[in-house]
């Protein structure tokens, strides 16, 4: 069997994840070209990892051997939300998925869909306002924001905006702590980000202890007549609906979109979205491929095994990353353009090997919904405004982590569409 090809360097010192991290894109562009292939092994976060960057391998890893490599128990996402779904494997993270999927699908999400069109109108229907640019990112992740807290925990920002404020700000020191170095130390007058971010997570767990407490309506109610393993399973898995994470990728995908269909050269194709849903449906398939919010996922191998024809022993590593399997010139042709009808041409049919809400057993269970969630906001934004970039040149290289984004926060203006009608009826 061959081996991987590339070097996955001594313990320590031979460890490359400050590279990736600092930059995951150039990373694997430059491996896979020293390697001439879209499968190498490296070493992250000081294990031996196969990165995986083509389609075939991606399917092979989520979908016919995802019982043969699984999540990270000790994952960071442990250190900071507990045992939740996503770092639990076998049986468990079987009966957790089947509790929760009963949430996000069926009578459960059709009865938010009115909740979904009135964040759109709240957060959305003063863009014009100021007549100055907008952060987009910014606006963006406040929807998202509205979105879970209201959903999720049944505080809205109209309704009680101290509380939906301090939720907020305890998420971001939350998230803040996830990212930065998980060293818990306390020191008088100073503390570290990551024990910081432990002090804003005990507040947030009890604002959901009371609501799983005392709230019977809504997602909480249902959440905690749900069957779950333990006692805390229902406030752990509240905790990570409504960190920052799902706003960040709400707004990072709705971020691209708002971008890649700006200014006066994109109106048609604006119209066209505007009028046929199944158009919009594929502008926003090439919208997550060219920039999906995650930069992939984690497993470790649970025996030895075999990736796209390669050895890979056990306990190693492997990432799949979503920015690379997307453009894999092998099925999606001129894989650096955005084209739309692509979806409709030679890779009708093919949305199952796109990755962004990743793929096979262990796929988002929230696909569902922020499926239903985005289109709500494109449609809105497309039947309401026009839209450029302003000023007109900016600087919209990406940055890919922790979400993928233009690292210099881009800036929009909305003009509404229907201002002259209404102008002419108010003067008639
Ligand atoms: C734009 C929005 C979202 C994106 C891009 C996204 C992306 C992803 C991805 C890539 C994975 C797979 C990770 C892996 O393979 O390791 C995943 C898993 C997951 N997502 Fe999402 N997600 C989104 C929204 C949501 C929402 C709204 C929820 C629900 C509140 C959610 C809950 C989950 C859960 C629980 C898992 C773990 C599933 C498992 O391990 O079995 N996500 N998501």
């Known amino acids: 069997m061959s081996k991987l090809p590339g070097n996955a360097g001594l313990s320590l010192l031979g460890d490359k994840s400050l590279d990736f991290y600092r930059d995951p894109v150039s990373f694997y562009r430059q491996k896979m070209d020293k390697h001439g292939g879209r499968v190498f092994q490296s070493r ?37 939300y507990g045992d939740t779904i996503v770092t639990t494997n076998g049986e468990e993270a079987c009966l957790l998925r089947l509790s929760l999927t009963s949430l996000f699908t069926g009578r459960c999400l059709e009865s938010q869909r009115d909740f979904i069109s009135s964040v759109c109108e709240r957060c959305l229907k003063d863009l014009s306002l100021s007549g100055q640019p907008e952060c987009v990112y910014s606006v963006f992740k406040r929807l998202g924001t509205e979105l879970v807290l209201g959903l999720f925990l049944n505080v809205r920002a109209e309704e009680q905006p101290e509380l939906f404020q301090e939720i907020m700000q305890l998420c971001t020191q939350h998230w803040h702590g996830l990212i930065s170095a998980p060293v818990n130390v306390k020191v008088p007058l100073w503390s570290s980000g990551f024990s910081t971010a432990l002090e804003a997570r005990d507040k947030l767990m009890d604002i959901i202890k009371d609501k799983l407490e005392n709230d019977k309506e809504g997602f909480v109610g249902s959440l ?176 890919w982590l922790p979400v993928s984004r233009p690292a210099d926060p881009p800036t929009v203006s909305f003009t509404r569409l229907d201002q002259t009608r209404s102008d002419e009826s108010d003067t008639s």
């Not at 196969?50 to 990270?72: H, Q, Y």
């Not at 920039?291 to 390669?310: C, H, K, N, V, Y």
């Open 224 to 399: 905690g007549s749900l069957p779950l393993p333990d006692s805390s399973a229902a406030s752990q898995h509240l905790l990570l609906f409504i960190s920052a994470l799902i706003p960040k990728a709400v707004a990072s995908l709705l971020t691209s979109f708002t971008l890649v269909l700006g200014g006066n050269e994109q109106e048609e194709t604006r119209r066209r979205a505007g009028e046929d849903p199944d158009y919009l449906h594929r502008v926003l398939l090439e919208v997550q491929r060219l920039w999906p919010p995650f930069i992939g996922g984690r497993r470790i191998a649970d025996q030895d095994s075999t990736l796209a024809g390669f050895h890979v022993p056990k306990g190693n590593g492997v990432i799949y990353i979503s920015h690379g399997v997307h453009r894999d010139p092998e099925v999606f042709e001129e894989p650096d353009n955005f084209q739309p009808e692509r979806w409709r041409g030679r890779n009708a049919g093919q949305e199952h090997l796109l990755c962004s809400f990743g793929s096979g057993p262990r796929s988002c269970i929230g696909s569902k919904l922020a499926d239903i969630f985005l289109k709500d906001v494109c449609m809105y934004l497309l039947k309401h405004y026009d839209w450029c970039l302003d000023p007109p040149s900016q600087d919209l290289e990406y940055k």
């Open 44 to 80: 992250l976060l000081n294990r031996p990892t196969a990165f995986i960057c083509s389609v075939e391998g991606m399917r092979e890893l989520l979908s016919e051997k995802s019982n043969l490599f699984l999540k990270d128990p000790t994952d960071l996402m442990t250190n900071m």
